[in-house]
């Protein structure tokens, strides 16, 4: 990608800029969201970022594409191999500024123009990725093809968030470091409510 | 309970200021919760409010307990039935303007002087006494004595959580009226997830 000066752009500097969006948005909410305020905590010119982001809408918005896009785009081939990196993924996503932006958004999207359309678009497209995990391990015959797929994910993903909500500060560094465990853990038992019939 | 001056207080009056504080703390959060708003949006006089909260944090606080405080208070003599009103109370907090409220909280009741500590005290009995369901349940020998609390309880409160999250604004309306076949349905599958080596 280039800019319209023809120079590349630094990816370095696009993902600084995500970052210090995302985490910006989380603490501040929209009320204190300003290009100059990432700007500083990028560490970059205001320049720098107008160049990429016609608009503070678009800042956060293009933001929030940037650092939630990979969450669920896989296939390992098992269900539970896909649950597990789901899972993972979503560990990583809550916890931390960008679990502040994610409860932000939720409250705050519908208000903000653009960032409502783009943030319900990002999660209609990783809620279709998730499915159709879900819908692979049905055609595998890994899980009944009667199992609530809707269930199963809602269960999954409120799981994740409720274990993130529920660490004291203290406990986070610990969180992290079980982060593989959990995930098994919680993926076990999950997948274990909808086969136990096969 | 009566006020200061000895007049009986109107329990009325104090469910719809606690009403309105909380509706306007999940549409504004703190940057826009005021005494006056609240007294605007219940219908009452500030003097009213100031003789029953002497100020906006601990309105606030007090509105939260008012608001949340029945919650997983049960005791039905069943690990289902239990569950099934815990999963109806939750379904009703979530919905609408109080869960909007709960939302903020998790993002701001850190950085709001009173409120956080309530809160974080109101969370804390709650879990207990949802811990406290699924131990008499264990004790009773409906499921497994080494069930992983934690991991049930987190996964039927996400689970609503999702549930509530991700129904569109006009399907609210019917997600009301679903509210007991989605509690059983719920139930069932995480009870049933912890049960099948029974």
């Known amino acids: 990608m280039s800019t319209a000066a023809g120079r590349p752009r630094d990816p370095e500097v696009d993902r600084r800029i995500a970052d210090a969006a995302v985490d910006l948005f989380g603490r501040t909410g929209w009320a204190g969201f300003s290009m100059d305020a990432v700007a500083r905590a990028a560490g970059v010119g205001k320049a720098s970022i107008y160049l990429r982001h016609p608009s503070k809408e678009r800042l956060l918005a293009d933001a929030l594409t940037h650092r939630l896009a990979d969450v669920a785009d896989v296939d390992t081939g098992t269900l539970r191999g896909d649950l597990v990196l789901l899972t993972r993924q979503l560990l990583d996503i809550y916890r931390g500024e960008s679990g502040r932006a994610v409860l932000r958004l939720i409250v705050e999207a519908p208000s903000i123009p653009d960032v409502g359309s783009r943030w319900e678009s990002l999660r209609e497209s990783q809620v279709l990725a998730a499915r159709a995990m879900v819908r692979r391990g049905i055609g595998r015959g890994e899980i009944p093809a009667?199992?609530?797929?809707?269930?199963?994910?809602?269960?999954?993903?409120?799981?994740?968030?409720?274990?993130?909500?529920?660490?004291?500060?203290?406990?986070?560094?610990?969180?992290?470091?079980?982060?593989?465990?959990?995930?098994a853990e919680l993926v076990d038992f999950l997948v274990g409510a909808v086969r136990r019939d096969i």
């Open 146 to 183: 009667e199992t609530s797929v809707t269930m199963l994910l809602d269960t999954l993903c409120g799981g994740v968030l409720m274990h993130v909500w529920s660490a004291p500060e203290h406990l986070q560094a610990r969180m992290a470091a079980d982060v593989e465990s959990y995930a």
